[in-house]
Every structure is written in C-alpha cells, then in structure tokens.
C-alpha cells in the first residue's frame, strides 16, 4: 500500500513538469494565454489586440510588438510553454527536464523505501540506537578512567 501511494506521489512530481502544454501565441484564445506563467489577462489582451494586425512571424516579431515583453521575459514565457509558430525560444533553457529528472529520482528513493520492511527499517533504527549509545559509554569509560589515572598518586621508587 505504502507502495503505490509513493509511487502516485512520484507519478504526479513527474507530470508536474509536463502539465503545461505549450502555447502558440498564433492560435491560443484568452484562457489558454492566461494558463501560461507569466501571462495575465492585461497580457493575454494585448497579445490578442497585436496578433488581430497579423500573426507573429517568429519571437523577435513578438518581443518588438507587445508592449512589456523584452529578452528576459521571452525567455521565462519560453520556459513556461509559450511557443511562436511552434518554435520554443532559441537558447531558452528547458524547464521540463529538471522536474523530470526530480520525478525520476524520487521515484527511485520511493521504490528503495518501499523494498524494504518495516521491521528491517525498525530493526536498523533500534540498532544506529544502540551503537549511538555503546559509543558514548565508551567515551564516558575512557573519560573516567583518564580521571581515575590522574588522581592516582605515582608509585614511590623502589629502594
């Protein structure tokens, strides 16, 4: 059971980094410019009033016909779905990847904790206890027994 409900989490981290669609500003209404991060309902009107005097030949198009869109912000829309004529923004890093490759190790540590039992995760806790413990009874040992050593007067010699 723990299984699957691990491996659900890690399913929906995984789609998580998918759940945009991209998003072409040529064919795209108001609501699907709007789920775009980045792009409010005073953008997403813009974008349309610009695109009703023709559509965006490619993102140096669209960055010099909208009003508020420069280099930095193309780049951030890129990264979140938006696409000009199906085409991503050049050199725009991908975000899908990172989230992907968080899904897939996630899902790793998943499957490794649900390989094991309980009572093997039960069994190692009680025994890094109790090493932990043995560990400061020993220092404790060597601490008394430097203290003991000490207060020992020297053995007179011999004569």
Do not use: Y
């Amino acid at each position: 059971m723990f299984k699957k409900i691990l491996l659900a989490v890690a399913t929906l981290i995984a789609t998580m980094g998918f759940a945009f669609a991209q998003v072409d500003v040529n064919k795209a209404d108001a609501a699907a410019l709007d789920s775009v991060k980045g792009i409010g309902p005073v953008k997403s009107k813009a974008i349309l009033e610009e695109r009703k005097k023709g559509d965006f030949k490619d993102w140096a198009d669209f960055e010099k016909r909208v009003k508020g869109i420069g280099e930095k912000s193309a780049v951030k829309l890129s990264q979140a779905g938006l696409v000009v004529n199906g085409k991503p923004l050049d050199g725009a890093p991908a975000a899908a990847a990172a989230p992907a490759a968080k899904a897939d190790k996630a899902a790793k540590a998943a499957d490794k904790a649900a390989d094991k039992p309980a009572a093997d995760k039960a069994a190692d806790k009680a025994a890094a206890k109790a090493d932990k413990a043995a560990a400061k009874a020993a220092a404790k040992a060597a601490k008394a027994e430097k203290a003991a050593a000490a207060s020992t007067p020297a053995a007179a010699p011999a004569k």
